[in-house]
């Protein structure tokens, strides 16, 4: 498909220009929308080889390395990545994201913060705000940032799985069943959104 053709162009231009960090780290995204998170993780660390102070590439190591548990050296990445750059809104709302995991809630609630405040239209930054607010049954504000990062991106169907949770712990099963619904419409194979919507199906079934 359209990616297999978007790799061998990536490789093509690594083959003429072997030493160029920036398209290492592109090629690296492009595995990781591809769910090959080992592939991505070695072109992230070969375009941190070729440039140590690339924030993007810091930052997207981090988050495959927090997705396959590694969480202290996703930690490093994170804190690498605001060494470098402190006023990476992104790198901020992954280090919120990474602590949010850790059950470091409030330290996870104050990067998330900074990071909307360097960067207010960031959808990914409300999106984990709002998960460490449902974590502190906070639902309402939780809610607001959900909507807030699907009107900043309206394929977020991350955004619409947790928006779900929170209509779900609120009882307004109608609204939830929408989102859980939207979520698998734009993510067919969301393992979440299905085992959420199947266990809304059953408990309203009850």
Not at 30 to 52: C, I, V, W
Not at 69 to 90: K, T, V
Not at 100 to 121: D, F, T, V, W, Y
Not at 187 to 201: K, P, R, V
Request: contains cysteine; charged residues 20%; neutral net charge.
């Amino acid at each position: 498909g359209h990616r297999d053709e978007a790799v061998k162009h990536y490789e093509t231009a690594l083959r003429i220009n072997p030493t160029h960090a920036g398209i290492y780290n592109n090629l690296g995204n492009l595995y990781k929308t591809m769910g090959r998170a080992d592939e991505a993780a070695s072109h992230f660390q070969q375009a941190l080889r070729l440039n140590p102070n690339l924030v993007e590439a810091h930052n997207n190591l981090g988050t495959i390395l927090a997705s396959q548990g590694r969480l202290y050296e996703a930690l490093a990445c994170f804190q690498n990545a605001l060494r470098i750059d402190p006023l990476s809104a992104m790198a901020h709302s992954n280090l919120g994201n990474l602590l949010k995991n850790m059950g470091r809630s409030a330290e996870a609630e104050a990067c998330c913060k900074q990071a909307l405040r360097l960067n207010p239209r960031l959808p990914d930054a409300h999106n984990n705000l709002g998960t460490i607010l449902i974590d502190q049954a906070r639902l309402d504000e939780a809610l607001a940032h959900f909507q807030e990062a699907l009107r900043l991106k309206p394929s977020f169907f991350q955004a619409y799985n947790n928006m779900g949770n929170v209509y779900t712990r609120q009882g307004k099963h109608d609204e939830a069943l929408a989102c859980f619904q939207e979520a698998l419409r734009l993510d067919a194979h969301n393992a979440i959104a299905h085992s959420n919507l199947l266990f809304l199906l059953c408990y309203r079934s009850d």
